[in-house]
């Protein structure tokens, strides 16, 4: 038996999985409509390949990942391109997104695909389709599969983590996706496990999903794939929780897995994965729990753009909806404007009821009982950062290590003040990021401003140095060209009186010179653009030189630089 | 626009502090059955001067009464109070006691979870200073015969500050078993024959030392039902216990022995309600060691070495003073940053 370790604090809130766990999931049928959020994962939005009254097939790309941190979009069923345009889209901004909107066809006609042999073809390869295939992280954090997996050549990864532990209240998708599609999730997991080598792979999965632990276990039967069985802790699911329990490291603040040894994906990501090499099918649908207010609470496989509202009638809302959390109730957010489309990262729909969801009850002033601080999964004191958050002492806030938060909600549930702890938290952090944001922005503008006046100042002071230069060369040409000319007049002088007299041709000759020096002199008054130049400006030249140089060279020798690296 | 969490544990602040007010319920029965109903009087009329000065307060800040005056937590300082000072005693020395502690303590700090001292334990320190006579004069427990006033009786000293005829008030009251053992150590007796005087129970002071124990009780239930932390009233008793054993070791002839401090005075009901105290008290795991343990040290050297009576009351105001500090030295190490974990 694998020796767990646990992380501080945790709560235990009501479950209520067993609405919608014990149903078999059912798939939605296509919609009218679907809008395609340009982006629905972290990084870089897609860039849009489509227009309006192109006709798509299912699978076919419509949006393709820019930037490394990206992900592609892909038409979920066939039909036509209606626009592209602006959509409200279930961002934390609430402000509306570029959305593709698409009006099938009713035909699902697939686009040309096939399995991927991922074994067959380069690492870099694999990602590099990942990427163009849409996946990214289903847990929630959406964050771009081939990212989370391209590693450094010298970084080794020791345990691969796969998150089945589902910690949130309400949502059920991977409990009934691990039920149902086990041995598919397994395959997943063998295209993580070749990515990343890892020496031991762990599946995570919290002890009240017995079925789904008996299932995942049966699919791994033949493999050295571990489900280990944690205890249900609330934020136990949280990725550095769910590794510091299976592994008993602590992913550094402001680092990643990786960089401690760890990858930790979600089974619907392994299960997208499989989907993709087994069949050649882009992220284009996910399911997702519909619970709450309704007649029948379910999991449902939902294509990716399909309105929310079109889910939850599936589920038939009962009688006093109060709205709709888009998530868990402990991290979603709460909407109120049901066109809002699944996006990769939602899992869950709740309809809300005054029953299920009384509303908040006013905040008391803080008492400081810590028990806010006890329930901390991060080690944090709340207490203090409400405290500096209220006080906009945001100084004091990062100090006390505001953006190791993870707003799991864990303090806000404790609390028996009824303070909106992570409401504090993420506007103090947004506040930190706009001052961030605006200061560097100042910085730009302070340098930049700098930088102008000490040229303008410079070039003043190269203009009057240059205009004293000029009057003193000018003053000694004037003079040198006088005395030689009459230096040559005396010489003439003297040859007029003396036939014989042999003309000094050292003496002409150092005349002459002079006359050229002053000449040279004179010239200079006016120089070429290249030749008074400042140390930096001459720098900065080497520069450029040296780049076209290296150009030439360049293409000279193609593909010299950036060849491919080889593979046997 | 409302943000997660959606939902909330049913906890709510006037729920914690209505579990500190019945778990001071066992101490004050025993109160009640050693020394008479006088103490349910001045808790009686701290509570009535608490609610309404705090009414008073929130009206001139402009704060909504009806949270504020249903959060329990004036009762809280109203009974502490009550329970610090002693029962028999004219009407007004616990209405300005409380009166002040809720005015100047709380309101003037901010109200609610603002307050840098525990506003019972000020007043209490304002009524020692000023009135120091008054509270000198602790009811004799019924344990130990002699004269017995009536509730009657009682009633009538609270509120007329008349006695039966022929009635002294050095009949019906004494000084506190701590306060006797000082003064008889002062005269140059020894513990051993000090402890020997009738006042003196098997723990500490007859009568007095099952308050004690009913405040110990109240306690481990609060502790158990996760209402208070068990980390401060475990260190302060454990190092009052420590202290007191060197010294009773060293000298057992003037020292009285760990278990006497623990049951004599106000050390069970500092222990559990008055250094438990949230809002003034530390707020990290090392940092409530130090404010408990120097509580307990301050308990002791007051009780030992120094003038009052009792230390408790000035313990907790001058941890209260440190506590600031002692929260910026003993911040906690968060995830990811203890050094690589295990």
Redesign the interface.
């Known amino acids: 038996m694998r020796r767990l370790?646990h992380?501080?604090g945790g709560i235990h809130?009501?479950e209520h999985k067993l609405e919608s766990s014990e149903l078999p999931s059912r798939i939605a049928p296509l919609p009218p409509q679907l809008i395609l959020s340009l982006h629905q994962h972290i990084g870089a939005g897609a860039k849009v390949q489509v227009q309006a009254g192109d006709h798509v097939l299912k699978g076919q790309l419509l949006a393709s990942a820019q930037g490394m941190v990206s992900a592609a979009i892909h038409a979920p069923t066939s039909g036509t391109v209606t626009a592209v345009r602006p959509h409200a889209v279930p961002h934390p901004s609430?402000l509306p997104g570029l959305c593709v909107h698409i009006e099938p066809d009713g035909k699902d006609q697939w686009i040309e695909h096939a399995p991927l042999a991922y074994r067959a073809i380069p690492k870099s390869e694999l990602l590099a389709k990942l990427r163009e295939a849409g996946i990214v992280g289903l847990g929630g954090a959406t964050f771009p599969t081939h990212v989370k997996y391209s590693l450094a050549p010298d970084q080794r990864i020791q345990t691969l983590v796969i998150n089945g532990a589902e910690c949130e209240?309400w949502i059920t998708t991977d409990d009934r996706l691990m039920r149902e599609r086990a041995a598919e999730i397994v395959r997943g997991i063998e295209v993580l496990r070749h990515l990343a080598a890892p020496a031991e792979t762990l599946i995570g999965i919290e002890d009240n999903k017995p079925q789904a632990i008996a299932a995942m276990r049966a699919a791994c039967a033949d493999s050295d794939i571990e489900v280990v069985i944690i205890p249900t802790l609330y934020p136990s699911g949280g990725e550095?929780q769910l590794i510091?329990i299976l592994t008993?490291?602590?992913?550094?603040?402001?680092?990643r897995p990786t960089g401690?040894g760890v990858a930790c994906s979600n089974v619907a990501t392994a299960f997208a994965i499989h989907r993709f090499v087994d069949y050649g099918e882009p992220l284009i649908s996910r399911q997702m729990t519909v619970t709450g207010n309704v007649r029948t609470p379910q999991n449902i496989e939902v294509l990716i753009g399909t309105p929310l509202q079109e889910l939850v009638r599936l589920a038939e809302p009962l009688p006093g909806v109060t709205?709709y959390?888009l998530?868990g109730?402990?991290?979603?957010?709460?909407i109120e404007d049901l066109r809002l489309p699944v996006v990769k990262g939602s899992n869950c729909i709740i309809v809300?009821s005054a029953k299920l969801?009384p509303?908040?009850?006013?905040a008391?002033?803080?008492?400081?009982?810590?028990?806010c601080?006890a329930a901390c999964?991060?080690?944090?004191?709340p207490?203090?950062l409400h405290w500096f958050s209220k006080a906009r002492d945001f100084g004091k806030a990062q100090e006390?290590?505001l953006f190791?938060c993870i707003?799991c909600?864990a303090c806000?549930?404790?609390?028996?003040?009824?303070i909106?702890l992570?409401?504090y938290f993420?506007f103090a952090k947004s506040e930190i990021w706009q001052r961030e944001r605006e200061s560097q922005a100042a910085e730009v503008a302070r340098e930049r401003h700098e930088f102008r006046l000490a040229r303008i100042e410079r070039e003043k002071q190269e203009k009057a140095e240059r205009l004293a230069q000029k009057e003193r060369e000018a003053t000694a040409a004037r003079e040198a060209i006088t005395l030689a000319q009459a230096l040559a007049a005396k010489q003439a002088a003297k040859q007029a009186a003396d036939p014989d007299f042999e003309p000094d041709n050292t003496q002409q000759m150092r005349i002459n010179a002079a006359i050229e020096r002053a000449k040279a002199q004179v010239a200079a008054e006016n120089p070429k653009n290249t030749e008074v130049l400042t140390p930096q400006q001459q720098a900065e030249i080497a520069e450029i030189e040296a780049r076209r140089a290296k150009l030439r060279e360049a293409a000279a020798h193609p593909g010299a630089d950036d060849e491919p690296p080889k593979h046997s | 626009?409302?943000?997660?969490?959606?939902?909330?544990?049913p906890?709510?602040?006037s729920?914690?502090m209505l579990r500190v007010l019945i778990a001071l319920i066992p101490g004050i029965a025993f109160y009640v059955w050693y020394f008479g109903p006088a103490i349910l009087v001045s808790i009686t009329l701290a509570s009535i001067t608490a609610l309404a000065t705090e009414a008073l307060m929130l009206k001139l800040r402009n704060r909504p009464l009806k949270?504020?005056l249903s959060?329990n937590?004036a009762l809280i300082t109203a009974w502490l109070l009550a329970l610090s000072i002693p029962a028999l005693a004219p009407w007004w020395l616990v209405v300005v006691g409380t009166a002040f502690g809720i005015v100047v303590a709380k309101h003037l700090y901010g109200?609610?979870?603002?307050n840098v001292f525990n506003p019972a334990m000020v007043g209490y320190a304002v009524l020692i200073i000023s009135f120091p006579l008054h509270m000198t004069h602790w009811i004799t427990p019924n344990l130990l015969g002699g004269t017995e006033l009536s509730f009657a009786g009682q009633l009538n000293y609270i509120f007329y500050g008349v006695l039966p005829g022929g009635m002294t008030l050095d009949a019906v009251t004494m000084a506190t078993p701590l306060d006797t053992l000082k003064t008889q150590l002062h005269l140059g007796l020894q513990v051993s024959d000090i402890r020997d005087m009738p006042i003196y129970g098997r723990l500490a002071g007859k009568g007095s030392e099952m308050v004690a124990i009913g405040f110990a009780i109240g306690g481990i239930y609060l502790v158990f039902a996760r209402v208070v932390?068990w980390l401060i009233p475990a260190v302060y008793l454990g190092t009052l216990f420590v202290v007191a054993g060197i010294f009773h070791l060293a000298d057992p002839v003037h020292y009285v022995t760990p278990l006497f401090h623990w049951f004599a005075g106000a050390a069970m009901l500092g222990a559990f309600f008055i250094f438990t105290d949230?809002?003034g008290?530390s707020?990290?795991f090392r940092g409530r060691i130090f404010y408990a343990a120097g509580a307990a040290l301050i308990t002791f050297l007051i009780r030992t070495f120094g003038s009052f009576p009792d230390g408790v009351a000035f313990a907790a105001l001058l941890m209260n003073i440190c506590v600031p500090l002692i929260?910026i030295w003993t911040?906690?190490?968060?995830?990811?940053?203890?050094g690589?974990?295990?």
């Open positions: 370790d992380f501080h809130p009501d609430q209240p550095k510091k008993g490291k602590e992913v550094p603040s402001g680092g401690i709205g959390i998530g109730p402990m991290m979603g957010v709460d809300k969801f509303p908040a009850e006013p008391m002033p803080c008492i400081r009982c810590t028990r601080a999964p991060a080690d944090l004191q207490q203090e006390y290590n190791d707003e909600g806000a549930y404790v609390c028996p003040s009824h909106p992570v409401q993420r | 626009m409302w943000s997660s969490p959606f939902i909330t544990t906890s709510s602040v729920q914690i949270p504020f959060d937590s109200g609610l979870g603002n932390n949230p809002v008290g707020t990290t929260d911040q906690p190490k968060v995830f990811g940053k203890k690589g974990g295990k």
